[in-house]
T-cell receptor
């Protein structure tokens, strides 16, 4: 079925530490994996994405890794700052062709303590 | 603001009433998606348009829900005979042709009393 599992559901770190969020997906045909950040009462904002032909992608303090064989991908945030506190969602595309329908994980609430 | 816009931002209605939401995608985005998000959960796919054609509907989507995109630009989502379980944030997203990146609107928060 169409399923994305995300862990942990909550994560608390000290400012400056690293945070890692992991997701697994069920459809081997999935080929696009975005990560969204959602602050309270606001829209989901894309922070980084990765495609199946790439194993790792980095953008400043944020990186994503993908293991297609194991069907899992992870978000890594280094040198965390209080403004990184938010809910983070992973997602994967599902469906035949290139519909782009996203199936989301359950979300991870990240708290960065000053 | 050239991002995805949605109207209204908030809607309170009584059970049994019909409601309609509007989404205006980013200009030149031919794909438009509707998602529903309940508190503490990730967005849940509802339906998807490419231009004016509705190409996919979630199996979870009740027949009380209908969506249109008559001219391939803005879209409307109507919920008939609302139920308390319909209370959620309804999010719209759009994307460029042949690109996977979806940009979300601010959402319409629905409360059914």
């Amino acid at each position: 079925g169409e399923n994305v599992e995300q862990h942990p559901s909550t994560l608390s770190v000290q400012e400056g530490d690293s945070a890692v969020i992991k997701c697994t997906y069920s459809d081997s045909a999935s080929n696009y994996f975005p990560w969204y950040k959602q602050e309270l009462g606001k829209r989901p904002q894309l922070i980084i994405d990765i495609r199946s032909n790439v194993g790792e992608k980095k953008d400043q303090r944020i990186a994503v890794t993908l293991n297609k064989t194991a069907k899992h991908f992870s978000l890594h945030i280094t040198e965390t700052q209080p403004e990184d506190s938010a809910v983070y969602f992973c997602a994967a595309t599902y469906g035949s062709g290139n519909t782009g329908k996203l199936i989301f994980g359950q979300g991870t609430t990240l708290q960065v303590k000053p | 603001d050239t991002g995805v816009s949605q109207d209204p931002r908030h809607k309170i209605t009584k059970r049994g009433q019909n409601v309609t939401f509007r989404c205006d995608p980013i200009s030149e985005h031919n794909r438009l998606y509707w998602y529903r998000q309940t508190l503490g959960q990730g967005p849940e796919f509802l339906t998807y348009f490419q231009n004016e054609a509705q190409l996919e509907k979630s199996r979870l989507l009740s027949d009380r829900f209908s969506a249109e995109r008559p001219k391939g630009s803005f879209s409307t989502l109507e919920i008939q005979r609302t139920e308390q379980g319909d209370s959620a944030m309804y999010l719209c997203a759009s994307s460029y042709p042949e690109q996977e990146t979806q940009y979300f609107g601010p959402g319409t928060r629905l409360l059914v009393l």
